[in-house]
């Protein structure tokens, strides 16, 4: 299995949206309609189907609210308590968007230092691999301690950690996934290892560093309602999910985590956007490749 | 009369449907008897290997007949009448070389010491009886398509189809596989089917050249090989092997020029 | 092991125990400098924020409770019984990702009708509401334990499914065309190449969805009333940060390496069963 493939296998494995973008065809700039019905009908389908479904056997078999709350219930409380869970929605948006934009950061910079000097990477990438495997969420309680636990800031740490080690890790391997024969031309350009960098790595690691992104943007709005688990003021989503939850109050939870869904399917699209935009040979990392 | 290993008849093959088909082979005739080593050889678009795959039942046949020892394609498939070896070596990475030599041996159900005995007497065969337990990755590209051999004719088939199996070698050792090729044909007595886009390849190990034209793929013209059964180094030198050899240059430009549609 | 691998793997060493070096200067030299000059931003470097690593170090085997087992014991009970209730889950849903992957590969019909529900699955953040469905499944007397194994089990399976699916697909069409040649029922084919060849995309999700378990595992201890595992622990350590704030930092310490742990036992068998024979043939 080639590095490409173990990227894909990587990214594949959390990044529902790829699986999904699969068979939509890479040449065109944007989809049309079609393709995209083409795509996401099935699936759309398949979802209302289950939704119906749910909401005629919890009336049907007349459930409690408390074993299965209906999708009815969950929607009225969507809109009779609207103001209340976006205004969350938003304060954990920011979190994540905050955090991942620092993580990235740091993952980008470290990414090309890492390409650049063999020793820095021969240390930073196992370490990175095997902090990526700890319950990184489990810093929140540190940083809630640190930067205050009602602070935006500890939950943005949070974020930025979970994400700065995938972005990291892929960044990396794309940047080093360079043709011999690419070197050995740059070479005989007399090129400096900066020239190299910009006109060969950069442009080889975009796809897998878009990839890394979407796998990001998930994790960061998930990593944000974890962080805010372990405390948090009492206007966030995460906080506003376990105190509903905790009474027993679950059409209301349900609310939120749809203000999730929904925040987490905005920011992935806002990515597609930007890699659409800035990658205009289309070549991306996809599941079906 | 013994059965002929290959009858093929108007054999053709298209690929494609609607507006978007490509006829690949267009009316082969073509008959292979027992203990014969044929070459196909032609231009890119010639249809050889389909031809091949036609043979194997890889493919499956637009118009014509094909018999395989007098059976259909698919019968002699599933009846394991042949081994086949590509231009990669296919060999599968997890295996060790015995283990792979004996893949079609497990598939077929033969015993446990029954496939040990006859791997490692194929893996002897080919010279590579001390690698047996080496992993495909240990070994030379010219040493891993031994393996694929031995592997074709773990189960002693009748006929071997071999498709440009030295193609991704380089020259010297294409040469030692051939002698070591040519040594098994004549051990085993195997019929061999070979496909080639070298002319010095296939009148080196030929009985009969089969050569081919493409757009859509035909059989132009079929040249005897005229030489010693047995051959090795010295019959490269041979007055005879050059003459073949610009028999079959001028065949084949022939081919790609003169003949009708 | 090939001495290739036992170099690589001791230089992998080497190069992590200089990381650690380095983080553990940063650290204490941080705490020097900037009580040196007074400054508190961006963390405080006083002892109680920032406690000295050889302090955090020596928490470990210092009692919990008076008279008590060791801190690492304790911690390493609790991370015990957090791993083990997403073991279970992890292993289930492995096992139903392989053969949904199975299932797909050998009928096109059923891949078309089910992938959506199986993607679809996936639009729900499991791992954000997993103390929710930790708090239902106690409102409906589920014990604890099972709950969080259907967490993992949810974690597990899309990406198992996704990657086996993929892997199975792998094989170079040569391959095929040789199974073929040997008049291979489909089973055979299935387990002589496709399984094999699948088997690196299969241990490349099981990794991911480890490290996937610990965190729901850990996440779905949050919600009141429960306790003994790492995720309430940490919560507790949380609130008695002002009094021994080491704790916290050591029973961080443990969480990361039960992370590790986990993810490091299926790395191994993935060198054990997949790496270690193969390469790739070039």
Known sequence: MTERDEVIAETAATDVFAAFEGDLPAAKRWWSPRDLGRQYLPALIAFLLVILTWEALTRLLAVETFVLPKPSEVMASFFETASVIWAAGMRTLLEAVGGF????????????????????????????????????????????????????????????????????????????????????????????????????????????????????????????????????????????????????????????????????????????????VLMPWHVSLRASD | MTIPVVEARGLGKTFGSGTEQTEALRGIDLVISSGDFVSLIGPSGCGKSTLLRLIGDLVSPSTGTLAVNGKTAEQARVDRDYGIVFQSATLLDWRTVEKNVALPLEIMGFGDEERSNRSRAMLDLVQLGMFKDHYPWQLSGGMQQRVSIARALAFEPSLLLMDEPFGALDEMTRELMQQEVLRLWDETGTSVVFVTHSIPEAVFLSTRVVVMSPRPGRISEEITVELPRLRNQDTREDARYFQLITEVREALRRGETGAGS | MGAGTKRGLARTGVSILTLIAAFILLWEGYKLIWTALGWEWPIRPDDRTLPHIWDILVTLFQPVQRNGPPFILVEARAALLTLREAFVGFVVGGAIGFALGVLFVRSRTAERAFMPYVVASQTVPILAIAPMVVVWGGRLDVPQWLTVSVIAAYLTFFPVAINTLRGLRSPQPTALELMRSYASAPRETLWKLQVPTAMPYIFTALKVSAAASVIGAIVGELPAGFRGGLGRDLLQFSQQFTAAPEKLFAAVLIAGLAGMLFVGLITLAEHRWVLARRRPIS
């Open chain 1, 101 to 276: 934009t620092i993580g990235v950061t740091l993952a980008v910079i470290t990414s090309l230092a890492a390409a650049r000097w063999v020793g820095f990477r021969e240390g930073m990438l196992p370490f990175a691999i095997a902090a990526n495997a700890t319950p990184i969420v489990a810093l929140a309680p540190i940083f809630n301690n640190w930067f205050s636990i009602t602070s935006p800031v500890s939950k943005m740490a949070v974020v930025a950690v979970v994400v700065y080690f995938p972005v990291m890790i892929n960044t990396t391997r794309g940047l080093l996934e360079v043709e011999p024969a690419e070197l050995e031309l740059m070479r005989s350009l007399a090129a400096t290892p900066a020239e190299v960098t910009r006109r060969v790595r950069v442009p080889r690691a975009l796809p897998f560093f878009f990839a890394s992104l979407k796998v990001a943007s998930a994790l960061s709005l998930i990593a944000a309602i974890v962080a805010e688990y372990f405390g948090g003021p009492q206007d966030v989503l995460g906080q506003y999910i376990i105190n509903r939850a905790n009474l027993f109050q679950f059409p209301d939870a349900w609310a939120a985590i749809l203000v999730a869904s929904i925040l987490g399917i905005v920011f992935y699209l806002l990515i597609l956007g930007a890699e659409r």
